[in-house]
Each structure stands twice: as C-alpha cells, then as structure tokens.
C-alpha cells in the first residue's frame, strides 16, 4: 500500500477497538513469568551449553599474549575462543569497532574471550583463569578536553553539520536581551532491566539466534556483515524483550560470541551479557556541551538563537545531536546550529531513547526559562509568544507544520497544574523545611515513520492472526497491533492473535526512533485490506466497498460470515510517499514539575510531574500513559542522579552497575499524570497516529531543574543537578 496523500475520513474515525485503553495481551504471560525472554528459552533447542564473556581490563592498546591454558582443562569446560587467535570480524549496522577479534583493544571491556561450559558456574570459574598481559597506549577520554578542537560533525547528507538562516551574529549583537549560556550533561547508561542475552544454534550453514533485539532486519542483515556469511542463512527470533531504550538497535558482542562459541562447541550456546559489561562493552547516550545564545526584544520576542553541541565517539562519528529540536521549538528569523564531534577512546556511544533531543532539552529549555526571567515574562507567556507559524517551520521555513497542537498543551497543563499558584520569584514558597518550586518546559519529539510490512491470517474458524518481525520491547505492541487488525477485520479483539519478533515474517519498521507504533499499525493495515480484498474476490463482493462487523462482511445488501471464505492469507506493506517531505511531522508536550527542597540538606524530592501530549491518534491510551510515565521517570533520573562517570586517567565508566549507577524508580514520584490531547495527524499515517514513547522524555528533565530554580533561586546548569553543585548557596537559614 501506497501512502501518497494526507489520510480522508476512514473506519478508525469511527473506531470501537482503536483508540479505547485496553488491558496489554501480554500481560498475562509477563506477569506470571511464563513470557519467553531470550535467555530464558530452554525449549528452543536442546543441549544449551554456558558461555561467559571476558573484557578487555585497558581502554586502548593491544594484547601482547593470552593464557588460556587453565581455563581449557577447568572442569566442563568445552571451548575457549580468544581474540588474538580470531580475526577481526566485520562490523555490522552501529558497530563502530569490531565485536571482537584480533590483538587491538579499542575501549575497556571490549569482548576479548569466550569461556564455553557445561555451566553457568563453570563458564565464570573459567574465564577467571584466563591471564592476558596487554600493552596500554595513550587515549583520549575527556570531552571538556578534547572539544575545543573537535571538527564539525557530518550530517546524514554527509555535509558538515551546521545550519544558518539570516543573519545571527549581527541579530544577536543587537538584541537588548541575551542569553549566552552553556550546558553539560554526562554519559548515560540504557540500564534496561532484561541485560543482553542470545541462544545460538547452527544447522549446517543455516544460524539461529534467539535473542533480544529491538530490529530484527537490521540484526539479520548486521550478522551476515559480522559473521562474512549470507544474511539468508541467519534467522533471529525476538518475541520479547525486557526493555532496550536503544541500546538493544543494533546486534552487540553476545550475538557475536554466542554465534562463533556455538560452532566452536559444536553444541548450541546461551550467553548474558554480565551488568557490569553492560556499560562499557554495550553502546550508552553520549555527553554533550551545549552553549546557547539567545537574543530577543524587551518584549521577550526572539530574534536570534543559536545552539552549538559537542560530543564525542570512538570513530570520530555518531555523535548526539542536542540540538534536534531546536529548528522545530520556536519562532526567531535568525538562527544556527552547529553539532562538533570529538574522537574519544571511550566505549562507543550510540542511540538511547530520544537520541538528541533528550538532552537538548535539558539545555534548551532551562535556556528559555533563563530568557523569560531576563525580560521579566512568565515562562509558559514566553513560550506561547515565540511560537512558530504553521505555514514554515523556524529552522526549516521549506516545511509546514503537519499538526500542531504546543500552545494547548501549555495552556491546558497550566490550568491542571494549577501554575497560577507559581510564586514568579525564586526562593518564595516554603513549607515548614522545605522550599517549593515549580517547573515547566516545552516538550518535541520528531515522529518518522518508516515501511513495515504484515502478513495477516484467516483461518478456517474465523481467527485472526497477524506475523510481522515486528518486536514488542514493553511498549504494548502485541495490543495495539491486534487493536488495528481486529478493527479493520470486524472481528472481537480476542479473535486475533499476534506473532512478532521473527526474521521469517515480513519486515516491519522495528521498534526504535518513536517510529514503532505508527509504522507497525499502519503496515498491519495494509495488510488487513489486502486480505479483505482476497475475502472480498473469494465470496463475490468489492473488498474496498463492503463493511467488516462482527465477523461478517457486508455489501450490496448481502452478507456472509468471513468463515465462508475459509483459510486466506495476505501480505502487504505501507510505504510511505514523498509528499511527507514537505512537512514537520512532530509531537508536543507541555510538560509541569513541582519539587521540594530541603532547605538543610539540600536534598531535593519531585512531588508531582504532568505532561500534555499531542501526538495524534493514541491507539491505546492505557499503554500509552505508561509509555510517557516511564519516560518522565528517566527524564527525571537525567536531571537528578544518572551518570556514567568516566575515569580520565584509565578511560572507563566507573559505576557499571546499578549499585554505583543509580536509577529512579516509580516510587520515588509520589504522583504523575499524562493527558493526550484530542487530535488527528491525517499526514503521519492512514492511522493518523504518531509515537509517543520518546517525547515523554524530552523536556521532563528540564522541568525538574527549573522547578529546582524557582525553589531556591540556584542556577545550575551541568547535569545531573546533586546536591553538592548546590548545597552551598542555599539560602541562609535566620
């Protein structure tokens, strides 16, 4: 199917499936235990042996001899594969070093062995016996050091990444209010509950892994490059994955080390990535350095804004583009941004959720707050004032808006938040100990779509059933996938079953990017009409003109239950047409913080946080809430507590583990609220819907740290906000 056009009227303008908050399918296995994760898979094949991955303990340098003597006679052992006696192999889709192989150690805990045991506990006894000596060399692991001199980054059409429009030097000289700040935040780990895991097994030519991948075409494509073998013989299978924020795009060392351990032990092999190899062996979301300018009139009206960002990655490439969002937020004739990237011999960072614009806003909207005290405005006034025309994007004046609802979700927070009771100078609400702020920031989110194909089913009883590679990383997207096709189908939603994560079905969009949900539903549409229309041809009726209700199909004042056509299957895909690129296609949010700060200590608890999204159609409103409270959560962990923190002296993350990495949970936000508004986006999807998995974490942050602001008067602009950048000038106590 064809999407050439804004979508008309359709049947999920009259939806009784789509769009109602439903109960997750899933749920029922993920809560008693009984969902297959990767790891966990005994039954896919038999005779699993144990393997146990070994890191590199330099960050740069080669290794100048291996004993793996002892680890090959330790009990149960079966095979031992070591770097230095493997070549490199390829690099696959995001891999910016190899997996493993060979003598060069690129990044500390880079994949350097592989212990094959009858045990788990017998691969880790193992691999402790093995001794490496190795040859340090020098490497650069310091951001702040290195960005000085880092070059222009190189954007997707290979240019150098920078953007001008107007003049913004000469608008920004001449402004009477400025604003020229800059911001850091640090390296962040994906932490996801599920570590990366894979089973692998070898028929002849033919592997199989059984892993946990968010984009099965990718990772099937990817271990063809790694492993120099046909794609066509490498199937993965990925039903379900226990979180992956980015982290799991792109195929990782347990794929790789499973595979080659399995041919090595002539035997299938599972392997789990260990939590401390998660951090520096796995990718994680690069640091920046944000510097900001901002110029605008007395009256808070911007006339010039620039935003330049610096990161850094192993290859000099890849880089994280804080200022993502910044051509899209807000009006202003003259403008530029810039992304530089540094060449750092840390491990290699790579997409984590909302990759650019997470930590853009964490800059750019405290960067507005700033503004908006400068000209004396009140913050959500500032925003409202400065927002864009529909008919030309700020920062892209090619592109229109496609739909865009920002003011309202501003207005609409500010009346639930009640921001009204807002003391608009800092340091002025008190309870008790504590001092009271409150927070607000804008909130956008790019939302791409991408081709995703479905095969659909009807079996002899009536049953649907729909297979896509598409894969379900805790999103709902079991659900919303059988919402779609029970409704195009006409059937009751527990008449459809969904099979997904399998490189044997047709290619979906995978899950990542905000793409997921808009492009799987509207792929397992495309497949739903071509079925109907196979119906259509096999029981004499016009597929496109009849109606499908309560398992009947309807036309011409005939009708015949779908059974009566018997067993049919069709496949199809949506692809989606270039008149797409004429427009922005994002999501919104107004996002509210209110914190309390101990006036003491220094200590600071979120009391309460809202977001007010636009983003179109939400198919299923129930996990859709969860999806942006999730993301809150983490936003607010970015603001707060998580950092990767990098010793400069020997070039790793010290706390690779959730000991030393800490995270927040639910329960440390007494309450949240998520309200999506009302709206349609005819030109995102024949569903009118876009993703909302990722705008949830872009802008919470910087609410937590205005709210901060507002609490105590304390500017803070280097992530996460603890205490001790603060503790020292609170307000003195009488």
Known sequence: MEFNAPAGTNLFDQSKIVGKSTPRIDGPLKTTGTAPYAYERHDVVANQAYGYIVGAAIAKGRIVSMDTSAAR????????????????????????????????VAHYHQAVACVVAETFEQARAAAGLIRTRYQRADGSFDLAGAAPAAPLAKGRDGKPDQSTLGDFATAFAAAPVKIDARYTTPDESHAMMEPHATIAAWEGEKLTLWTSNQMIAWGKGSMGQILGIDPANVRLDSPYIGGGFGGKLFVRADAVLAALAAKAAARPVKIALQRPLMANNTSHRHATIQRIRIGAGRDGRITAIAHE????????????????????????????????????????GNAMRAPGEAPGHLALEVAIDELAEAVGMDPIALRILNEPKPEAVPGTPDQRFSDRNLVRCLR??????????????????????????MGVAAGYRGAPTGTSGARIKLEADGRIIVETDMTDIGTGT???????????????????????????????????GQWGAASSTAGTYAACVALRRAIGQKLGFDGDAASFVNGQ???????????????????????????????????????????AVDAYTGETRIRRMLAVCDAGRVLNPLSARSQVVGAMVMSAGAALMEELAVDKRFGFFVNHDLAGYEVPVHADIPHQECLFLDTLDPVVSPMKAKGVGELGICGPGAAVANAIYNATGIRVRDYPLTLDKYLDKLPKIA
């Open 309 to 348: 960002n610096w990161s850094g990655n192993l290859n000099g490439e890849d880089g994280e583009n804080g200022t993502a969002q910044t051509p899209s937020l807000y009006a202003g004739a003259n403008r530029m941004t810039a992304n530089y990237i540094a060449t750092l011999d840390l491990p290699e």
């Open 553 to 595: 199909i309807t036309a011409g004042g005939r009708t015949r239950p779908l059974t009566d056509a018997g067993a049919l299957s069709a496949e199809d895909s949506i692809k989606f047409g270039d008149f797409k690129r004429g427009y922005d296609i994002g999501t919104y949010a107004g996002h509210f913080c209110e914190v």
């Open 412 to 437: 609409e927070g500010a009346e639930r938040f009640g921001w009204s009771k807002r003391s608009a100078k800092p340091g002025q609400m008190r309870e008790g100990r504590w001092l009271i702020g």
């Open 478 to 512: 079991y659900t919303i996938i059988a919402q779609t096709a029970a409704e195009t189908m006409g059937v009751p939603l527990e008449r459809v079953s969904v099979v997904l994560g399998d490189s044997d079905f047709p290619v979906s969009a995978g899950s990542g």
């Open 73 to 104: 006679a330790a009990p149960g052992v079966l095979a031992v594969i070591a770097a230095p006696e493997t070549k490199p192999v390829g690099k696959g889709m995001g891999n910016n070093a190899p997996l493993f192989g060979g003598s060069e």
